[in-house]
């Protein structure tokens, strides 16, 4: 799965069907690799029909990879570094992310 060049921004009245579930929203614990740590997301199931199609991929069903301001329009909020990069296909509301290891670490200092 890919991206869109550029992100989509979603309107008021898109934000607006989203409020709900917001608070519903859980966040996995982390988990590691060597490389990389990861975490997955499960929207509230219901939340899938209230989020604008063009956010799907029309081959698979499922949501397309987002751009950071995609999904933290959705109401995903996390530290800085996460980037979405699978939708759980058997389970298409559960998103996984990942990012650098020590991201917070190595990043915090350069401020």
Same mark, same amino acid.
């Given at each position: 799965m890919t991206k869109t060049r550029f992100p989509r921004l979603l309107n008021a009245s898109e934000r607006e069907r989203l409020e709900p579930f917001i608070d519903?929203?859980?966040y996995s614990p982390r988990y590691a690799d060597? +490389?990389?740590e990861y975490r997955h997301v499960m929207l509230p199931k219901a939340m899938?029909?209230?989020i604008p199609a063009d956010y799907f991929n029309p +081959?698979?069903?499922t949501l397309r990879i987002l751009h950071e301001e995609e999904w933290r329009g959705l109401g995903i909020t996390q530290s800085l570094g996460w980037e979405?990069? +699978?939708v759980h296909v058997p389970e298409p509301h559960i998103l996984l992310f990942k990012r650098e290891k020590d991201f917070q670490l190595k990043y915090s200092q350069q401020r």
């Open positions: 519903q929203i859980h060597d +490389e990389n899938l029909k209230a +081959e698979t069903g979405m990069y +699978e």
